[in-house]
């Protein structure tokens, strides 16, 4: 059974605002394994609606080869769905999307015989330069699909906007609620706001502020996390003091659902929402605010009146926020795809600190390499001690564990009794 509350390493809890690019380890030198002449195009298959960060990582990648070798990305339509078909077609790509649920579901039987085991020896990918904690096994021990970015949860904080009205960034509960009924008592209709339209995003409002509580208790107690994990009734138990901080939020005014369901979607609209600077705290997902920097040009009120804003822990409990240490993107190579070789030498290339730093920091997301580089915008994460750090990978929480605070945070901020909530556990879908 893996750890229930990680004990992060000197390495682990090292400055998540290192410089951007390269990390100051001494990883060696990388050199080239095949013909340097080699001229092929590495197709990557994923999610995204575009990948700039990749590309530019590729470029750099065949500096060391052919100018001619490409890459190219793209965006199946109903990527989840039709991935198993995607993967032995005619255009089969040699790279892919992959997530931990895939390994265990039979909707994926068509999909998981197509992953390498990145772990092979013979392949001389540096796995070792992760965060351990992120690393997904299959039941035999192999690596399937390794992490490129991490997220976490918390709120886009506009630091300004809280230095105008001469409010305390909160770092505790109470400082919370009292920030909040300070924004109030200054006329602000909703000093926390987020996506709170519907029920799916992870990137939601209610499931942001309820789901490092929730996870954070089951950490600490292994039966809870059992009991969750298998959908039994009696863990909607654990849920309630979650629950509890969204009612609360709402009751208080420091949320206004009416507000908050005026945004449109929970990426590119909550963005506009926050970067108009009257939002004092916009709750989300790292993936959001991975958007922030592209969405300021397209923000007329930013770019009239620009501020300074960084992504925050919520600090659900007295003693602080988490840090939610999660995987945003796994990638999987095709064992059957063409060009096998030099796929997995792009990955040997893409493996190593530097690399994953760099397209990290590119991306707007936190890398997945121990040395955490990123952008200063997480800056305020490198202040959640290393006992308040929890990885949802490393605890063992499932996806379907995950769906049920999710829905049940949700329906709460919509109005359903907690107790009800909690009785249903297991039964949201």
Same mark, same amino acid.
């Given at each position: 059974?893996?750890?229930?509350?990680?004990?992060?390493?000197?390495? #682990?809890?090292?400055? $998540?605002?290192?410089?951007?690019?390269?990390?100051?380890?001494?990883?060696?030198?990388?050199?080239?394994? #095949?013909?340097?002449?080699?001229?092929?195009?590495?197709?990557?298959?994923?999610?995204?609606?575009?990948?700039?960060? $990749?590309?530019?990582?590729?470029?750099?990648?065949?500096?060391?080869?052919?100018?001619? #070798?490409? #890459?190219?990305?793209v965006k199946p339509d109903d990527y989840d769905n039709n991935l198993g078909t995607i993967l032995s077609g005619k255009d089969k790509p040699n790279i892919f999307f992959a997530e931990p649920k895939m390994l265990d579901n039979e909707k994926y039987a068509a999909v998981v015989p197509h992953m390498e085991d990145l772990s092979d020896p013979n392949l001389k990918l540096n796995l070792d330069c992760i965060r351990p904690n992120l690393i997904n096994r299959d039941k035999d021990g192999k690596v399937r699909m390794v992490p490129i970015f991490s997220r976490t949860y918390g709120a886009l904080v506009n630091v300004d906007l809280f230095k105008k009205e001469g409010i305390e960034i909160p770092t505790t509960w109470s400082g919370l609620v009292s920030a909040c009924e300070a924004f109030l008592a200054k006329n602000y209709k909703s000093p926390i706001m987020g996506y709170s339209k519907d029920k799916k995003p992870s990137s939601g409002l209610m499931n942001v502020i309820a789901y490092p509580l929730f996870i954070a208790d089951l950490a600490k107690n292994p039966e809870a996390l059992r009991l969750a994990n298998d959908l039994d009734p009696a863990a909607g138990a654990y849920m309630r003091p979650a629950l509890e901080k969204i009612k609360t939020l709402i009751d208080k005014g420091c949320i206004n659902i009416q507000e908050c369901d005026q945004i449109g979607d929970n990426y590119t609209k909550t963005l506009l929402r926050f970067l108009a600077g009257d939002v004092p705290m916009m709750v989300c997902n790292g993936d959001t605010v991975s958007g922030a920097k592209k969405r300021e040009k397209e923000s007329p009120e930013y770019k009239a009146n620009p501020f300074n804003y960084q992504f925050y822990p919520i600090p659900v409990t007295e003693q602080g926020g988490y840090f939610v240490d999660s995987v945003s993107l796994q990638f999987a190579v095709n064992k059957d795809c063409d060009n096998l070789d030099m796929t997995n030498e792009f990955m040997r290339f893409l493996l190593r600190s530097n690399e994953l730093n760099d397209m990290a920091a590119s991306k707007g997301l936190i890398s997945t390499s121990k040395s955490k580089s990123s952008n200063a915008v997480y800056a305020p994460f490198n202040n959640v001690p290393a006992e308040r750090t929890i990885s949802p990978e490393d605890i063992g929480v499932k996806d379907t564990l995950a769906t049920q605070i999710r829905i049940a945070s949700y329906e709460v901020g919509k109005g359903m009794d907690i107790d009800t909530a909690v009785s249903k556990y297991g039964q949201f879908n």
């Open positions: 059974m893996k750890k229930f509350i990680r004990i992060a390493t000197a390495v #682990l809890s090292a400055a $998540l605002v290192a410089s951007c690019g390269n990390s100051g380890n001494n990883e060696e030198a990388f050199v080239p394994a #095949l013909p340097k002449d080699t001229v092929c195009t590495i197709k990557v298959a994923g999610s995204y609606s575009n990948f700039e960060a $990749l590309e530019m990582e590729f470029d750099r990648f065949k500096a060391f080869y052919n100018k001619d #070798l490409a #890459l190219e990305y």
